[in-house]
């Protein structure tokens, strides 16, 4: 994985420091709130419900076990004993006080992590795939090109200030386990006639006004992908609305002024760019490559696997993926234990992954924006013994994919933006469809919940979304179908008026008899839901019309 | 009745309003009539709390409740983690927040 070298050390100690004076000056009553609160968001520390929040950033979800352990250590000595992994690949803590955050920063910058960028009108983290480098199904490792785009991304002067915030996601495989397509950009890696380039996917993403990207460059050589992007963001800067936040994504641009239009308008700017030569010296991103190279693999581990012990093999079956490399897996963490919270972990289960991976992952670990941690790189041999301290850390839920393998946004618990809890409704369906062997039987499902308008919890790319409303002071959860964040890109459709908290549970098992009546072989519930259509759900849920 | 609300500067807990000075329990807020927007701006203005602002409430037997359910998941913690609200050892603390 990436190293810091002195240029990037010194850019982060040095904002520490300037942090840590404005946090003084802001105690001290020198800089009123007004003031300090652009600042303190340029630092990812936002004021939540109940406290200062502060979100880490973990460039495309990928970290060290020396890292993960410093997350613990926050965890457990500044805020409340967990962390939160988010669907953007980072991680938050949910109860930090402003007085210690310069603190704070200053551990994370002394294993090369930061909290910059991580809010305000920029170019957000860059997330890919959470298997990158693992999986079987790649045509090269994304992350060196997500490295180069952080690099080109931090600090960049002209990009500081963009309308709105920029999401922006890579993936080198045909399974898109980025929900590439809803981004502001996403880039899949392509190979053409032995060559590598960029399709280049602009204006997706969720919220108010949800949109599937459009393709606008079939193939970019990536030694211009830089330039492209500089010239994709350009005309953005120029023509995005400030005037209106509801307005302001790239998504309302593309679709105000047609994808051609904008597409044509990026050749004109990419023309201008590419003649400034901001595209790295091929040996400069040989360098970045070079520290993506695959780890020291055996390469005689054996390719067999002991299943004597069936809780194991149902792991096995669940969370546990082909690797590229004979005799290894990539192993998923379900941060989705039943009644648990999605995405929290303890300090001592954060403790507990950094071991594992340090010990059996050639030191890597990584987020996935489904809320989950996933052990990339482990000898199938070692895979017995990660569960069994899996399974000791209340870690080993086998529901990957699985319908209580709910991705839901911290809502009106944590959230001062949310309208309803998300998280009390996660938790009454992940109890309602206890059973494994059910959710086993249900196969493959989606279930998103948001707890506001701005689709943190991506409902708008469930098989099953739910989204919380204030209705006259009361949570109402909308209920909707057939929406996808992979490469079978799709957004849901609300299935008609909305629910009490424990009506949109019924609902959602409804809807599950639903699909278990109609489904023909092989298909998911979404196969089904896009087979059949709303009106066989809705009669269920509704009763007949 | 209305009473008064922000965070604390230092730590960002929730507090309240008592007349004198702030709490963080909203059992101890005052009736801020309508001097609530003019304190708003005195207590921000003196950088002891952050974003106060005024809301309605309702008195009980307990003591006020916010109308609001998005305030009281504030006065009281996350309704997810009891040991996380402001009263872990009491298990129907939550009861008035739904």
């Known amino acids: 994985m990436y190293q810091y070298d002195q240029y990037d050390q010194n850019l982060v100690d040095t904002r520490v420091a300037e942090f840590r004076d404005q946090v003084e000056r802001r105690l001290s009553g020198e800089l009123s709130e007004d003031q300090f609160k652009p600042l303190r968001?340029?630092?990812?520390?936002?004021?939540?419900?109940?406290?200062?929040?502060?979100?880490?950033?973990?460039?495309?979800?990928?970290?060290?076990?020396?890292?993960?352990?410093?997350?613990?250590?926050?965890?457990?000595?500044?805020?409340r004993g967990y962390g939160h992994f988010t669907t953007r690949q980072n991680l938050q803590f949910n109860w930090i006080k402003l007085e210690d955050t310069p603190d704070i920063l200053a551990e994370l910058a002394t294993v090369e992590m930061h909290a910059i960028q991580t809010s305000g009108n920029c170019i957000r983290n860059i997330s890919s795939d959470q298997f990158a480098g693992a999986a079987a199904d790649e045509i090269t490792d994304p992350r060196p090109w997500a490295e180069l785009l952080r690099q080109w991304s931090s600090f960049h002067p002209e990009f500081s200030y963009l309308p709105r915030k920029f999401k922006i996601a890579v993936i080198a495989a045909k399974e898109d386990r980025a929900a590439m397509r809803l981004h502001d950009i996403g880039i899949e890696i392509v190979e053409r006639d032995g060559a590598h380039g960029a399709r280049v996917f602009v204006g997706g993403g969720m919220g108010r006004t949800p949109m599937i990207?459009?393709?606008?460059?079939?193939?970019?050589?990536?030694?211009?992908?830089?330039s492209y992007l500089e010239a994709c963001l350009r005309v953005y800067n120029r023509y995005g609305r400030r005037d209106n936040i509801y307005k302001a994504r790239i998504k309302i641009l593309v679709h105000e002024i047609g994808a051609d239009e904008y597409r044509r308008q990026v050749e004109e700017e990419f023309v201008a760019v590419k003649a400034l030569g901001i595209d790295p010296p091929a040996a400069e991103f040989e360098r970045i490559k070079a520290f993506f190279a695959p780890p020291a693999f055996a390469g005689d581990a054996p390719d067999t696997l002991d299943r004597s012990d069936p809780d194991f093999a149902v792991w096995l079956d669940q969370n546990v993926k082909q690797h590229k490399q004979p005799g290894h897996a990539i192993a998923t963490i379900s941060l989705k234990p039943a009644?648990?919270?999605?995405?929290?972990?303890?300090?001592?289960?954060?403790?507990?992954?950094a071991d594992l991976a340090q010990r059996y992952s050639f030191d890597e670990l990584r987020v996935t924006h489904a809320q989950n941690i996933v052990l990339p790189h482990v000898r199938k041999a070692d895979l017995y013994a990660v569960w069994q301290a899996l399974h000791e850390a209340g870690l080993a839920e086998a529901n990957l994919d699985l319908i209580s393998d709910i991705i839901a946004c911290p809502g009106l618990d944590y959230c001062s933006l949310a309208n309803a809890r998300s998280i009390p409704v996660a938790q009454k369906i992940a109890e309602r469809f206890a059973d494994l062997d059910r959710q086993r039987e249900l196969g493959e499902l989606k279930l998103k919940i948001s707890g506001c308008i701005n689709a943190c919890g991506?409902?708008?790319?469930?098989?099953?979304?739910?989204?919380?409303?204030?209705?006259?002071?009361?949570?109402?959860?909308?209920?909707?179908?057939?929406?996808?964040?992979?490469?079978?890109?799709?957004?849901?459709?609300?299935?008609?008026?909305?629910?009490?908290?424990?009506?949109?549970v019924d609902a959602v098992e409804k809807a599950t008899d639903v699909y278990l009546a109609h489904r023909e072989q092989g298909e998911r519930f979404v196969d089904t839901y896009r087979r059949i259509g709303m009106e066989p759900f809705k009669e269920a849920i509704y009763g007949p019309a | 009745?209305?009473?008064?609300?922000?965070?604390?500067?230092?730590?960002?807990?929730?507090?309240?309003?008592?007349?004198?000075?702030?709490?963080?329990?909203?059992?101890?807020?005052?009736?801020?009539?309508?001097?609530?927007?003019?304190?708003?701006?005195?207590?921000?203005?003196?950088?002891?709390?952050?974003?106060?602002?005024?809301?309605d409430a309702t008195a009980t037997p307990e003591g006020p409740r916010p109308a609001h359910i998005k305030d009281r998941v504030r006065a009281l913690g996350p309704t997810i983690r009891p040991d996380l609200t402001l009263k872990p050892a009491d298990p129907s603390a939550g009861n008035w927040v739904i």
């Open chain 1, 41 to 79: 968001l340029m630092n990812g520390l936002y004021l939540q419900l109940h406290a200062y929040m502060l979100r880490v950033a973990i460039p495309y979800g990928t970290l060290d076990s020396r890292q993960m352990r410093m997350l613990g250590h926050i965890a457990r000595n500044y805020d």
């Open chain 1, 213 to 226: 990207a459009t393709e606008i460059a079939e193939f970019v050589p990536l030694s211009d992908l830089l």
């Open chain 1, 339 to 353: 009644g648990g919270i999605p995405g929290d972990a303890s300090a001592d289960q954060i403790d507990l992954m």
């Open chain 1, 458 to 504: 991506h409902h708008h790319a469930g098989h099953i979304g739910i989204l919380g409303v204030d209705k006259k002071g009361l949570e109402n959860y909308q209920l909707s179908f057939g929406g996808s964040g992979a490469e079978d890109v799709s957004l849901a459709k609300i299935t008609g008026p909305g629910f009490s908290e424990d009506g949109v």
């Open chain 2, 1 to 55: 009745m209305k009473i008064l609300t922000g965070n604390d500067l230092k730590t960002g807990d929730v507090v309240w309003w008592t007349g004198s000075g702030w709490s963080r329990h909203v059992e101890d807020s005052a009736d801020v009539g309508e001097a609530g927007e003019a304190l708003a701006r005195q207590e921000e203005a003196a950088r002891r709390v952050n974003v106060p602002y005024v809301i």
